[in-house]
């Protein structure tokens, strides 16, 4: 099983600063990383596919890279709506999903 | 418009059953590879099934093999996923999701588990 290790586990962020958070996997899953916002009491929302492509209606602020076992998700300029839980998740195989703990980027 | 609706989440007590459904709508469900996920309360993320999109082959994680089965019925447009022999530690939000189209999920349907 593949694992994946996201870092740091929360991270305080004042509106219109950069966050970037990290995530690792255990063994290569070539680009098949994506990227997730969740809020309280809603389903994760698609951010980025493929390491470094945005999902249809992402702001530009977000943008995604690495590949093999190291990935990066970057906020650019942090928005009170950002405020959320992070999740990675590899699917270099379909049906062994593996997801990152998550990054919770709070208000600082 | 692309649609997941998961429902039969319910309050069972623990060694119980239950059957939970995910109607898809506005892709063609066939075509599709699907995915069952969870989240326990204040925790992250965990794939529990998957199944190819014929429903010949099916995946599961440890935790629930031999006690979880996933299937579908493309004719209904719909994906199952029957839990039996339920524990306390499988109380969750369960979400189904396109295996493929990596943003389609539904909201999610909750299965408490306690006595």
């Known amino acids: 099983e593949i694992v994946m290790t996201q870092s740091p586990a929360a991270l305080s962020v004042s509106p219109g600063e950069r966050a970037t958070l990290s995530c690792r996997a255990s063994q290569s899953v070539s680009s098949n990383l994506a990227w997730y916002q969740q809020k309280p009491g809603q389903a994760p929302r698609l951010l980025i596919y493929g390491a470094s492509t945005r999902a249809t209606g992402i702001p530009a602020r977000f943008s995604g890279s690495g590949s093999g076992t190291e990935f990066t998700l970057t906020i650019s300029s942090l928005q009170s709506e950002d405020f959320a839980v992070y999740y990675c998740?590899?699917?270099?195989?379909?049906?062994?999903?593996?997801f990152g703990q998550g990054t919770k980027v709070e208000i600082k | 418009e692309v649609q997941l609706v998961e429902s039969g989440g319910a309050l069972v007590q623990p060694g119980g059953s239950l059957r939970l459904s995910c109607a898809a709508s506005g892709f063609t469900f066939s075509n599709y590879a699907m995915n069952w996920v969870r989240q326990a309360p204040g925790k992250g993320l965990e794939w529990v099934s998957g199944?190819?999109?014929?429903?010949?082959?099916?995946y599961y994680a440890d935790s629930v093999k031999g006690r979880f089965t996933i299937s579908r019925d493309n004719s209904k447009n719909t994906l199952y996923l029957q839990m039996n022999s339920l524990r306390a530690e499988d109380t969750a939000v369960y979400y189904c999701?396109?295996?493929?189209?990596?943003?389609?999920w539904g909201k999610g349907t909750t299965v408490t588990v306690s006595s």
């Open positions: 999701a396109n295996a493929q189209r990596l943003s389609v």
């Open positions: 998740l590899q699917y270099n195989n379909l049906f062994q999903w593996t």
């Open positions: 199944v190819t999109n014929s429903g010949g082959v099916t």
